[in-house]
């Protein structure tokens, strides 16, 4: 955002990068819409959205292995990583395609990565009620994750936003709520992930040491 070199749909002259009136997509462009060059900004949202694609996947891979115990969380998980690491994958070429230069293909990978996340938060959050190695808070915290994304685009294809707020800023503001709240749902999971594997390793020193 602060290497955007400035600009909104709206107003071609507005200076720098707007929280309400730019979208993400707008750091991607390679050009700004005064037609001037936006090659760091680009570049920059480029290399961080590789590095989500990234992060995500790996995060998918590895939580599969705390739903191994029951056939049916199995199964669920499995589903569960293959749409997320496939969701992940989108994201990272949603930052390689630029916005400007092929606006439709991007617009399609954007709304396809949004409709992709929500069913890994879904699917996890009731295998999380299934099983008994995480806590029911991290069930719930999918779930109020998944309300952002979905409550966003209730509001765009509904028309509903018309009564509280003009679309460009539902779009501008909505897309960076959306990443933040994935982002801190996924650290979240994360960390009472590593919990759990912390407490389990405890539970068998202990049991060994009893033996």
């Not at 819409?33 to 995500?56: K, T």
């Amino acid at each position: 955002m602060k290497f955007y070199a400035g600009g909104t749909r709206d107003n071609f002259y507005a200076e720098g990068y707007s929280f309400l009136y730019n979208y993400l997509s707008d750091l991607g462009r390679v050009r700004t819409y005064l037609l001037e060059s936006n090659h760091v900004s680009r570049y920059l949202f480029g290399a961080s959205l590789i590095v989500v694609g990234v992060a995500l996947t790996i995060f998918y891979i590895f939580i599969i292995e705390y739903f191994w115990e029951k056939k049916s969380t199995k199964w669920i998980s499995i589903i569960a990583s293959i749409i997320g690491i496939f969701s992940a994958n989108v994201v990272t070429w949603i930052g390689i395609i630029p916005y400007d230069l092929q606006t439709d293909t991007h617009h399609i990978l954007v709304y396809l990565s949004m409709g992709c996340s929500l069913l890994p938060l879904i699917l996890y959050s009731a295998a999380i009620f299934i099983t008994r190695k995480l806590s029911r808070f991290y069930a719930w915290i999918f779930i109020f994750t998944s309300i952002v994304p979905i409550t966003y685009l209730l509001l765009i294809y509904t028309g509903l936003y018309r009564y509280f707020m003009q679309k460009t800023t539902l779009q501008g503001a909505g897309q960076k709520i959306i990443i933040y709240a994935m982002t801190l749902c996924v650290f979240i999971i994360s960390i009472g992930c590593l919990r759990s594997s912390y407490k389990l390793e405890k539970k068998d020193e202990l049991l060994t040491s009893t033996d």
